[in-house]
């Protein structure tokens, strides 16, 4: 972040809302991101305004926040994009926000929150309604979930451009992977659009987001686990058609990874999207300085990260991204999970957060796509068994994190995507494991919401692959280690919603005892399908 600033910015924590409840003054939250230009542009103009900077520091108690490092601050104060503008009580109540704004626009905004605040007080506080009602509807698990879903894919359907939407376009990677089996030709054109007008084919990586309905004006930042999830889809396209385009683009990908946003421990946050950098021609970039990357390993979006290499991995034996994923997994593994609980980052400056269910969520993804893929499963179990213990609620849904008393932050959430998260790394673990606690934990999750599923957009098709998948649990048990010809064949032959369990002979482990050696078997709801002993006959079985 820049240093034009001339705010006086606290920290985020009870210190900066205990100064504010000692002098009677409101907060301003500056929630701010890294990568975002319009971050960087208010610091540099509005609150690099002498008289704005000076009522700032003199009438309120400013608190700048990185987003990225504080999710659950910006799952409760985000006004709908970054910088996010808010006035807050004392309390941690909100007042009125917004986005962007500029000098003029600033200057009436703060008198109209001194007006409100000098009037009114904390009675003009409010909360955000995920605050005030955040009980998801629970209901059953049924057919009509997935064809509700599949409805809303025709309905939302760009029939002219592809991808879902009548404006602003988001590549919706998981949103790709539901429509592959279901509306293949929709995944497939939504695929061409996303390589077409937001991969990157000079620097590499993907852009995060098309402005218009024909997928230009693309917004040019990069995040980790866009990127990581978009390699993921175009793999899976790749694995469903065998177009090498889908192929070659998740490469690209790989090596944007691998190159720009690895740190030589971890897989880097973000780049920022500096517009005039990257609409240069290819010549013109040669000479110019790249936009800056935030080198902060996150442990979520590193999670993403290795789900995505290695699920490229499997229908590849890309030696790069498996070797990238294993350096990830390890750095996790030994500075960022504890006993089974993850912390959000660590750096010589800060920590961040333990215990999130964002982290344990995607990390634990990670670990069961390693555990699949390499037969190497690091402490997914661990995970696991921390994020259920500490994070579900006796209703089924997760909350976002162990309990704060910070602002806001006092009062749980849970949200609709983590918890998708959840339930999707979970039901792999269990069929990984023959656990069927963890298939219930699952199920819980994903029933904990299902009351609303009717009311359920494209933007989150991946619930109804989770509950699709919890009706019909498939897996393909290998009884050999991982790696070998069959479990190879067994990677590319199954569909993305089927777990492939590596399980080699092993006394000690039940899930495998009742399973000969060189066999595969197909499982479908716990009942036996079919086995296989070479990879010709595993084709076969899951064909017929």
Not at 299 to 310: E, F, M, S, T
């Amino acid at each position: 972040m820049t240093d034009a600033t001339k705010v006086e910015w606290n920290d985020w924590g009870q210190a900066a809302f205990d100064i504010a409840e000692r002098s009677g003054k409101p907060v301003l939250l500056s929630l701010v991101t890294p990568w975002a230009e319009e971050c960087a542009e208010m610091e540099e103009t509005t609150y690099a305004e002498p008289r704005i900077a000076a009522n700032i520091n003199d009438g309120f108690v400013p608190i700048r926040v990185d987003a990225d490092r504080h999710p659950r601050v910006r799952e409760r104060y985000n006004m709908g994009g970054f910088p996010s503008t808010v006035f807050l009580t004392p309390s941690g109540d909100i007042l009125t926000g917004a986005t962007l704004l500029g000098v003029d626009g600033f200057r009436g905004i703060l008198d109209s929150v001194r007006e409100t605040w000098d009037t009114k007080g904390e009675d003009a506080g409010s909360k955000p309604r995920a605050v005030q009602d955040d009980v998801p509807p629970n209901g059953p698990i049924t057919d009509r979930v997935e064809e509700h879903m599949v409805e809303q894919l025709l309905g939302a359907y760009d029939e002219e451009f592809g991808g879902w939407g009548s404006d602003t376009k988001f590549p919706m990677p998981r949103t790709i992977e539901f429509a592959l089996v279901r509306a293949p030709d929709q995944a497939t054109r939504t695929l061409e659009a996303i390589h077409t007008h937001l991969l990157d084919t000079y620097d590499g990586g993907f852009y995060r987001v098309a402005r218009n309905r024909n997928w230009g004006a693309a917004r040019r930042e990069k995040l980790l686990d866009e990127n990581a999830a978009i390699v993921r889809a175009f793999a899976h396209g790749y694995r469903y058609t065998g177009n090498n385009t889908y192929r070659n683009a998740a490469e690209q990908g790989v090596d944007y990874l691998t190159t720009t946003l690895w740190t030589g421990d971890g897989f880097a946050a973000s780049q920022g999207g500096d517009e005039e950098y990257f609409t240069l021609d290819p010549t013109a970039r040669e000479d110019a300085d790249a936009p800056p990357v935030d080198e902060t390993v996150l442990a979520d979006r590193n999670g993403v990260a290795i789900d995505g290499l290695l699920q490229y991995v499997a229908y590849t034996d890309d030696d790069t991204a498996r070797e990238y994923a294993r350096r990830a997994r390890t750095h996790l593994t030994e500075t960022l999970i504890d006993d089974g609980e993850v912390t959000h980052f660590q750096t010589a400056e800060d920590t961040g957060e333990s215990g999130l269910l964002l982290d344990q969520s995607r990390v634990l993804q990670g670990l069961t796509t390693s555990w699949a893929v390499l037969g190497e499963p690091g402490p997914a179990t661990a995970v696991a068994e921390w994020m259920v213990e500490n994070l579900q609620a006796d209703s089924g849904e997760f909350h976002d994190g162990p309990a704060g008393d910070v602002a806001l932050l006092d009062t749980a959430l849970s949200p609709l995507d983590t918890n998708i998260n959840a339930a999707q790394a979970l039901l792999d673990l269990a069929l990984l494991t023959g656990n069927d606690e963890y298939e219930a934990a699952a199920r819980d999750a994903i029933e904990a919401f299902a009351g609303a599923a009717d009311r359920m957009g494209v933007e989150v098709a991946e619930f109804a692959s989770a509950a699709s998948r919890l009706q019909s649990p498939q897996v393909v048990e290998v009884g050999t280690e991982a790696g070998t010809d069959l479990h190879r064949a067994a990677l590319r032959l199954t569909d993305h919603e089927t777990v492939v369990a590596p399980r080699p002979a092993d006394e000690t482990d039940s899930a495998a005892a009742d399973l000969p050696d060189g066999t595969a078997r197909l499982v479908v709801d716990g009942s036996e399908e079919g086995t296989a002993t070479t990879p010709q006959e595993l084709e076969s079985l899951l064909t017929e």
